[in-house]
């Protein structure tokens, strides 16, 4: 299978309307964006859906390899969400790689309060080449 960028992902695609359109970073081994919700991402009133949560953590885990020059998928994800994240709070995301096999990478990812430092979620991932 082919996978092609084209700038339509979700989370970081800028052509995609209806998207995140997050910018990642690397430095020191980690990637990094910054989140604001909006309404339009909340679930219940005032609190983000933890689906858009789960999608950063998966596509930072996944920017994570790209920085590397690898091009994986998702194989399986583990979220674990620790606070609410309310409308309008400030994050910030960051995920490394922490193994790699052959086929198989490892890779985890948290999603931080910028004003506190708290994690709101955190997630692990299975990553095929």
């Known amino acids: 299978m082919l996978l092609e960028d084209n700038k339509y992902c979700f989370v970081c695609g800028k052509s995609n309307p209806y998207g995140l359109k997050l910018s990642f970073s ?29 999608s950063i953590l998966d596509e930072a885990m996944i ?11 998702t194989a399986e994800i583990n979220v674990r969400f620790r606070k609410p994240l309310a409308m309008d709070r400030k994050t910030v995301v ?7 096999g052959s086929r198989l990478l490892e890779a985890r990812s948290r999603l931080l309060d910028s004003a506190d430092g708290a994690v709101i979620a955190e997630a692990n991932a299975k990553l095929i080449r």
């Open 63 to 73: 920017q994570a390899a790209l920085s590397e020059g690898i091009t994986p998928v």
């Open 26 to 54: 690397y430095a020191d081994g980690k990637i990094s964006s910054e989140f604001t919700p909006a309404p339009m991402h909340q679930g219940y009133k005032d609190i983000t859906h933890g689906g858009i949560i789960a």
């Open 94 to 100: 960051e995920a490394e790689i922490t193994k790699k």
